[in-house]
């Protein structure tokens, strides 16, 4: 299978705390053209470790548009006039984080991922062998 090259974009990020005040942060996103429907957005505060969460691509594309997701993941665009800003609510045992997310990174973002492997095309930039070898090891 073609190795293709893996896209990184770091993000300056605002967990939202309350109505008026919020905390920044950095966000890494990660694309592999090996893992097609994925990307890895991995969060860096000032306290703790990093944090890594694994989202849907088409989860943050249909996201730019209108709201996506459910559960422990939703995604959606800021809605003033105007507005830069995706916003992304993160949900698990330990609690939920809301990110303000510039739009326009993330649209770049999306943009170079689909440079590499279309919208549509993702089954083909899969090593099935490994895979498939994978799931009759389980039984």
Not at 49 to 55: K, S, T
Not at 59 to 73: E, M, Q, R, Y
Request: glycine fraction near 10%; proline fraction near 6%; include cysteine.
């Amino acid at each position: 299978m073609e190795s293709l090259k893996t896209v990184m974009q770091g993000v300056a990020v605002e967990l939202v705390i309350s109505r008026t005040y919020s905390l920044s942060m950095r966000m890494s996103l990660r694309y592999e053209p090996a893992d097609p429907y994925v990307v890895r957005a991995v969060f860096f505060a000032d306290t703790g470790g990093p944090v890594e969460w694994v989202l849907g691509r088409d989860l943050l594309a249909d996201a730019l548009t209108g709201s996506a997701g459910c559960g422990d993941v939703r995604v959606w665009p800021g809605v003033a006039p105007g507005d830069q800003a995706m916003y992304i609510v993160l949900g698990s045992s330990a609690g939920t984080a809301l990110l303000e997310v510039p739009v326009r990174d993330v649209r770049t973002f999306l943009e170079d991922t689909e440079a590499l492997v279309p919208r549509g095309t993702e089954s083909g930039h899969i090593d099935w062998e490994p895979e498939l070898a994978n799931l009759f090891a389980k039984g």
